[in-house]
């Protein structure tokens, strides 16, 4: 059989998420995924004891491959990492190992260390839909039905946990323990995995009131329970006053909740793999935000706003005129995705750069933006809701570079939070540029990143489409007042 032809820049669109290059699992994440050496704890003694007891973040990781026949339960931190003092916190509040909003300004070797302090305990449930004929998720009230009563005890004491809004002391007894670690383009890398036969949730746990709510309200869209019940605790809260988030439930939180199948009305619930519930609960806050951005004025000046993590650099430029959106990345020649694999992906020809990109126009998108997929989905959120705080609206496109110090890909939260610092001050920022025109404000992206700026015009169709139209305004003598 001849293999098809692929492009030289099939990795970049992929990203280990849709297999395009026809293989079981992605090669350059495999590659990835056996660092035995950066796990924090002696393996070998937890393999033998077989028994594991922590207080649990709370986290909860669901699994995608295999699919329908997917892992689930949570992750509970080892003991030995607390007594070596690497990662500062109190035994019994291990929150950040898990709440990707605290992350940013932490290393890259912080974060590894965070998912890897934990050991992923797994049961094996069959999520699929036996009886419609679109593949997706089967209602939990089916899946229940068909387990065993000893896998039914283990799903009760999955969800207990991911109701918590506080780490609960949790006890799990393995039979077998896998080591390697996995990385995805999407969720955060998870460490080690056993299989487990047994998860006590030893402490009471504590729900936020609004998660007791939507999880108790059986005729509530999950939808509806994110965006109007869970979401306002988050948009209103101010990080300042409220840096450890512990009067919100946060959008990891919100995407935990989905994954265990407590969201939703009685007879729509299910368990959905993390990764795509992460883009999920990215989804439904952007699109709700962005019908209600375009009540709003339109800005009437250029801004640039300039931000970067972990060799992420970004260049977020707002233009004048209704909501429409756009995102491009570029990955640099020695980058994860870039990297040769033979019979897949050759060298990149002459180090050209490689843009991926998906947009938006005011009525928004009906397919999956699957050229930069879930980063997509978690820049919009950020965006959108900046321009919702800020009652505006405006066309938006997010120009995203990666170098080559970002050497494992660590999750979608990396993208939704570097955005998020980038607003996080308004039009009045250190980081932000105003612009009279639209070459001035390119002038910015231009002298921020490798990449040529011809190759970022040539790429957006966004910025295609805003050079070939003409507004009325362009033809009255017209002077707004500037946003102060």
């Not at 039914?152 to 109701?163: G, I, K, P």
């Not at 939808?223 to 979401?231: G, K, M």
């Not at 080559?404 to 250190?430: A, C, H, M, S």
Request: charged residues 25%; glycine residues 6%.
């Amino acid at each position: 059989m001849v293999r098809p032809p692929v492009s030289d820049s099939i990795c970049i669109r992929c990203k280990g998420a849709r297999l395009l290059c026809g293989k079981k699992s992605c090669p350059i994440l495999k590659k990835a995924s056996i660092l035995k050496s950066t796990v924090p704890f002696n393996y070998k003694k937890v393999q033998r004891n077989k028994t594991l007891f922590g207080a649990s973040p709370p986290a909860v990781f669901v699994g995608r491959y295999g699919y329908p026949n997917v892992n689930i339960g949570p992750m509970i931190p080892v003991d030995e990492i607390f007594l070596q003092d690497k990662l500062q916190i109190s035994k019994k509040d291990t929150g950040l190992l898990d709440i990707s909003e605290l992350w940013y300004g932490k290393s890259l070797d912080d974060i590894i260390t965070f998912r890897t302090s934990m050991v992923r305990s797994n049961f094996k449930v069959n999520i699929q839909q036996g009886i419609n004929q679109t593949g997706g998720p089967r209602l939990l009230r089916d899946v229940r039905r068909k387990l065993t009563s000893g896998d039914n005890r283990l799903l009760d004491s999955t969800q207990e946990l991911a109701m918590s809004k506080i780490s609960v002391d949790t006890e799990t007894k393995f039979s077998k323990l896998r080591v390697n670690l996995s990385y995805d383009v999407h969720s955060p890398p998870v460490g080690p995995s056993g299989i487990t036969e047994k998860i006590d949730v030893v402490d009471n746990i504590k729900a936020h009131p609004k998660v007791e709510y939507v999880v108790d309200d059986r005729d509530l869209k999950a939808a509806d329970a994110i965006f109007d019940y869970l979401y306002p605790t988050s948009i209103t809260n101010d990080r300042v006053k409220d840096p450890s988030l512990s009067r919100v439930v946060t959008g990891t939180e919100m995407q935990r909740l989905l994954s265990a199948g407590l969201l939703g009305s009685k007879n729509k619930r299910k368990i959905v793999p993390t990764r795509w519930s992460i883009t999920a609960v990215d989804s439904i806050i952007s699109k709700k935000l962005a019908k209600q951005i375009k009540r709003f004025p339109e800005i009437n000046q250029y801004f640039t706003f300039h931000q970067e993590y972990l060799d992420n650099n970004f260049v977020i430029l707002m233009i004048p005129g209704p909501w429409s959106y756009e995102m491009m990345e570029v990955w640099n020649a020695d980058t994860i995705w870039t990297q040769v694999v033979p019979g897949i992906q050759p060298a990149i020809r002459n180090r050209e750069p490689q843009i991926v990109q998906d947009y938006e126009m005011e009525h928004g998108r009906k397919t999956y933006a699957d050229n930069v997929t879930g980063a997509y989905y978690a820049a919009r959120k950020e965006v959108t809701e900046f321009l919702y705080l800020n009652r505006r609206q405006a066309r938006v496109i997010v120009f995203r570079e990666v170098s080559g110090g970002y050497i494992v890909p660590l999750g979608v939260w990396v993208i939704r939070e570097t955005v998020r610092k980038g607003l996080e001050n308004g039009f009045q920022g250190d980081n932000v540029i105003k612009h009279d025109n639209l070459p001035s404000a390119l002038a910015v992206v231009r002298d921020h990143f490798n990449v040529p700026l011809s190759d970022w015009l040539h790429a957006s169709k966004l910025l295609s489409n805003i050079r070939k139209q003409r507004r009325l305004d362009e033809w009255i003598e017209f002077k707004p007042r500037k946003i102060a």
